[in-house]
């Protein structure tokens, strides 16, 4: 009996360890799969939150390149021409960031940064890591490489957003748009005077000038600055109604995506910093000042005018001694005559011949959008210095002066502010008269005899059909307290002189003869090859006749002429 308890005692003991065998082997068995459960939930939750940050991360760079809302203080508006087109843009950009600290295994990165960037030199980069505690491994990535990049999961690697300005036309508008520092604020140009505005505006900025007009006349001015091997060049289109500038080029110019310090001042802009005797371009308001103040008729003759002249110990003699002595004061703006611009400025006088220039705005401070202008010299007109500046030797202006003030000339004498900035229900304004009635009229109709008739300076400038009007300009350039062999050669032109509607002026500085360029006459048949002169009516007329061709028909000017 108590042996039969024995037995069932440790058969029940058995019984008991064999389940509790099974038990810890299921036990084993779940918890194997609860672990591989958990690692796969690690990964996903990793992946999850890598896909969340990119995300996020995109949406953010679209939101800064989405700004009008934007407060970013990098953000800046977009600059537009007349037709819609780009001319300054804000767009996202990464910069991809090394926190050497940050580094766990640095064979390992190199290695995958290696196979993303194959052209990288890697030897510099170790090099960095060594030195330094952090540097930019890539600036402006492609999205592309910034996806590959942020794969590696690398916490070393650390992106920056950024908004980056590019300019989509390179250098074709640099000296109207300028440039911005490191830090988007603006250093010149349009980005400086507008800096504030293009920091809070919503909408683009709208300019004045068309990029096809602008393109067509910076290719060939680069072209006639290699013919004439000049030292720089400049051109302005203006609408001599509003002061609206459809295009402003100053060669040389500069790519500002480049962001460069310049500092030669070969690259100034000549246009409006730039200031230059401009020779007999001022005979034109030599010859309106003295109609305005009604004291000659086109018609009034000058009889018996010496070849030459002196002023204290200085002589002024004309450029050309074929020019007659005996002219009517239109036919002494049409020859060019040096002395005869000299009566008619004596008959004006010194106060009120001065008093002209400054009312077109030739010889008064300009205010303008852009901050690059130079100040005007106040000059003190007495004797010689009336008679030289009726010929336009011994005063300096800017070409920016003096197309407004042919513009005031043309327009039926009314003041204008020229401007780059576009603005809405402008053109049925205006302005204040500054000129009698009917002045306008005389002096754009002796403008184009200049170019149209046999004894005119500029009939390479003659392009058929469109009435084209305009006076050169040849001067000597001062240098040391007297006058050098360099010229500054001008031509400030108005068409179509039935109804003007645009002032255009071409100025070469310092251009040379050209001996294998072929003029072909526009007034008669045939041509000739080599430059005979280095006068404006030589170079800069050619110029601007070649441009006018092309222009032309964008501005829509052509008129047929009816003798």
Known sequence: MADNKSKLTIEDYKSDFKFKKKENGLNIQFNRVAFIFFVFFIIYLIYTIHLLHLGSQKSKLEKINNLPESKN????????????????????????????????????????????????????????????????????????????????GDKSLVPEERVLRIYPQKNLFSHVLGQIDDDNNGISGLEKSLNDELRKSKESIKLTLDKDIQFLIRKELIKYQEIFKSKGSAAILMDVNNGNILSLVSLPDFNPNERQNITDVNYINRVTKGTYELGSVFKTFTFASALNEKIIKPETEFLDLPKSIKCDKFRIGEYDNEIPSDLTAEQILVRSGNIGSVKIAQKVGSEKFKLFLEKVGVLSDIDFDIEEVAPQKNYDFGKCRLATASFGHGIATTILQLAKGYSVLSNGGYEIKPTLIYKENKFNKKNKRILNIGISEQVVSALRKIVNTEEGTAKFADVQNYEIGGKTGTADQPEGGAYSEAKINTF????????????FVVMLDTPKKSKDYYYKYRHRKGGWKGTLYNTAGWTSVEVAGKVIDKIGPILATKYIEVN
């Open 73 to 152: 203080q990098l953000y800046r508006a977009d600059i537009i021409d007349i037709n819609g087109n780009y001319l300054a843009k804000t767009v996202k950009s990464i910069d991809i960031g090394l926190k050497t600290s940050d580094i766990i295994n640095e064979k390992k990165l190199l290695l995958s940064l290696n196979i993303i960037f194959p052209d990288k030199n890697f030897d510099d980069i170790k090099k960095k890591i060594k030195t330094k505690k952090f540097f930019y491994f890539e600036k402006k990535i492609s999205e592309e490489n910034y996806e590959k990049i942020m794969k590696l």
């Open 492 to 503: 400030a032109s108005v068409f179509p002189t039935s109804n003007p509607q645009f002032v």
